[in-house]
C-alpha cells in the first residue's frame, strides 16, 4: 500500500515538474518575441533622404522645378487634391458646388491652421489667387479664368469666372500660401513660406534643406511614422543619379525615359506609371479622304502602336487607346481602340467599294479613280516624332496606303494647326488632371469632327456631378472614338519612381502625388 502512494506522489511530482517546464518555456518564449519586437522597434530608422537637382527655391507657386511641385505637397496644401484614381478629393476645402456656369461656392475647412499656428481662412485663398495672376507660375493656368473672389465669411468664398470651365473644380489643385505671414514679408524665392501640411521646413542651407512633422497639422486622423526628411541639394540631374546610385538618396523621381541609363536596372526598386505626354494622330472628318470612316478605321488597324513603341521608344514608352487611360476612375478597364488587325483595315476598305490594285488602294467614282494618298504634318524639330512618322509611313505603305510627310518648321506647324489645312496632324499634348475632352470633341476640336451626340454628351457631363452618369457617358464617348475613330491615340511617356529597396511601407506613387502614402514609410 504504502509503495503505490509513494508511486502516486512521484507521478503527481513528475506531472507538476512537466507543466513548470512548459509555463517557463512559453513565458521565456513570450519574453524573447517582446524583446525581438522591441529591437525591432528600435531598429526602425524614421528619417528619409530625398534630393532635388537645379534648385531654384523652395515656393511652389514660384519654381518652376517638378520635383519641387512633388515635395511641395508634403508641406502645402491645395482646396482639393486628386487621388490615386485621379478624383477630386477634399483637402483644405470642404465642398464645392457649382452656382451657375461662371460662380462656385466653396466651403473652407475650419479646423485649419498654418504650421506657425495663424487660423487658415479665406483671405489666404484670395491671397494666392492674386499672387498666381500677378506672377508666373507653373500654377497660373489655373487661374486663368478666374475674375474675382467674394469673401462671405471667414470659412466661405465664391469664386467668379470670365466663362464656363468644364470641372473646373480641378483646378483648385494649387498649394495655398498663408496672407497673414507675408504681411510683413516680401513675396519672394528667398522666403521660406509656411504651410499647412504634413510637414514644415526646419531647416534651409546651401546643400540640403529639413522637414520635420508639423505639429500643428488638422489632420490627426494621420500619424505620419517619418519624423525627418533631408533633401539634398545637387547642381545637376546627373549628380543626384550618382547619389542615388551610391545609396544616398532614398527615391527619385522622373519623367526621363532613359533613366536606366544613369542609374542602371539593379539594387533599387521601381514603380512605372503613364505619364501625361500624350501623343496622337488628329484626322481631319473634313477633308477629302478622311470624311469617310471607313479610311480612318483602316488607317487605325493597319498601324501596330507596339511596333512604334519599340523601334522609336525602345519600349520606354506605353501604348495607349484613349486620352484617360492613365488610370482615371471615369474612364477604367476599357479599349477605345480599333487595335493592330491588317487584315480587318483590308475588309473594311473592301466593304466600302475600294480596290487594292498595283500595291494601292483606289476607288472609282464618278467616272474617276483615285488612289488613297494623304499627307501627315510632323514638327520636324523634333527628330523622335518624325521618326514616329517614318515608321507610320512605312505601316501604312505595307498595306497599300500612300502617306506623304510633311516636316513642318515650329511656326509652320501652329498654322496648319490653327487653319487645319491637314489630312493628319501628329500631336503631343500634357493631359490635365481633370478628364475635361474639350480638346478632343468641343467645338474647332483638331479633328474638325462633329457630332450631335457628342454636343449633347459634352454639355451633360460639365454639369453634373453623378458619377453614374459620368461613368455611363464617358464609356458612350469611348464607343464613339472607337467608332468614328476622329483621332488614334499612339502612347503616352513613362514616369518613373525609384527608390531603395530599405524603404518599408506600400510605394504606390501616382504621377500627382509621387508621396501617396508616406505616413507609412520608414527604413
Not at 466651403?107 to 498654418?114: A, E, G, P, Q, Y
Not at 504651410?195 to 540640403?208: A, C, H, I
Not at 449633347?456 to 467608332?483: A, F
Request: glycine share 4%.
Amino acid at each position: 500500500m504504502k509503495s503505490n502512494i509513494f508511486k502516486y506522489i512521484f507521478i503527481i511530482f513528475v506531472i507538476a515538474i512537466t507543466i513548470f517546464a512548459v509555463v517557463k518555456i512559453q513565458s521565456d518564449n513570450e519574453e524573447q518575441a517582446d524583446n525581438n519586437q522591441e529591437n525591432v522597434e528600435k531598429e526602425k530608422v524614421t528619417e528619409i533622404t530625398l534630393g532635388i537637382a537645379s534648385f531654384d527655391n523652395i515656393n511652389p507657386i514660384i519654381s518652376n522645378n517638378k520635383n519641387i511641385q512633388d515635395i511641395s505637397r508634403l508641406i502645402y496644401e491645395p482646396l482639393f487634391t486628386i487621388s490615386s484614381d485621379y478624383k477630386l478629393e477634399s483637402c483644405l476645402a470642404e465642398e464645392v458646388a457649382k452656382q451657375n456656369a461662371t460662380t462656385y461656392i466653396v466651403k473652407l475647412k475650419d479646423n485649419v491652421r498654418w504650421a506657425d499656428g495663424e487660423k487658415f481662412l479665406a483671405e489666404d485663398v484670395r491671397f494666392t489667387v492674386n499672387k498666381l495672376k500677378e506672377i508666373g507660375s507653373i500654377y497660373s493656368s489655373n487661374v486663368q479664368h478666374i475674375t474675382s473672389i467674394d469673401i462671405v465669411d471667414d470659412y466661405t468664398i465664391n469664386i467668379n469666372l470670365d466663362q464656363e470651365v468644364p470641372f473646373f473644380e480641378y483646378n483648385l489643385t494649387f498649394p495655398i500660401m498663408s496672407y497673414q505671414y507675408y504681411l510683413d514679408k516680401e513675396f519672394n524665392s528667398t522666403i521660406v513660406p509656411v504651410g499647412t501640411g504634413m510637414y514644415k521646413v526646419s531647416d534651409v542651407q546651401s546643400s540640403y534643406i529639413t522637414l520635420v512633422q508639423n505639429s500643428n497639422w488638422w489632420n490627426t486622423s494621420v500619424k505620419p511614422t517619418l519624423t525627418k526628411i533631408t533633401i539634398n541639394i545637387y547642381s545637376t540631374i546627373g549628380e543626384m543619379y550618382n547619389s542615388f546610385k551610391s545609396g544616398n538618396i532614398d527615391l527619385i523621381s522622373t519623367q526621363n525615359s532613359d533613366i536606366q541609363d544613369y542609374i542602371g536596372t539593379i539594387g533599387y526598386a521601381a514603380k512605372e506609371l503613364k505619364g501625361r505626354e500624350h501623343d496622337f494622330i488628329a484626322f481631319n472628318t473634313q477633308s477629302t479622304f478622311l470624311s469617310r470612316s471607313e479610311v480612318r478605321k483602316a488607317i487605325s488597324y493597319s498601324i501596330d502602336k507596339t511596333n512604334i513603341v519599340s523601334s522609336v521608344f525602345n519600349n520606354r514608352y506605353y501604348t495607349s487607346s484613349f486620352p484617360l487611360d492613365y488610370g482615371s476612375w471615369i474612364y477604367q478597364e476599357q479599349d477605345s481602340s480599333t487595335g493592330y488587325n491588317p487584315d480587318q483595315a483590308k475588309q473594311v476598305l473592301q466593304d466600302a467599294g475600294w480596290t487594292y490594285r498595283n500595291k494601292f488602294w483606289q476607288k472609282t467614282e464618278n467616272r474617276r479613280t483615285q488612289r488613297l494618298s494623304l499627307n501627315l504634318v510632323v514638327k520636324a524639330s523634333d527628330s523622335t516624332r518624325v521618326a514616329v512618322a517614318q515608321n507610320i509611313k512605312q505601316q501604312l505603305a505595307n498595306q497599300g496606303i500612300e502617306m506623304n510627310i510633311i516636316q513642318a518648321n515650329d511656326e509652320q506647324y501652329t498654322n496648319y494647326l490653327n487653319n487645319k489645312n491637314y489630312d493628319m496632324i501628329l500631336c503631343s499634348i500634357n493631359l490635365s488632371l481633370s478628364p475635361d475632352l474639350t480638346t478632343f470633341f468641343g467645338s474647332n476640336n483638331l479633328a474638325n469632327y462633329a457630332n450631335d451626340e457628342v454636343n449633347n454628351i459634352m454639355n451633360e457631363v460639365k454639369n453634373t456631378t453623378d458619377e453614374n452618369v459620368l461613368r455611363e457617358r464617358y464609356k458612350r464617348l469611348g464607343e464613339i472614338y472607337k467608332n468614328e475613330v476622329p483621332y488614334l491615340s499612339l502612347y503616352n511617356n513613362k514616369f518613373t519612381v525609384a527608390y531603395s529597396t530599405s524603404l518599408v511601407g506600400d510605394v504606390a506613387p501616382t504621377w500627382y502625388d509621387v508621396f501617396n502614402n508616406i505616413e507609412n514609410w520608414y527604413k
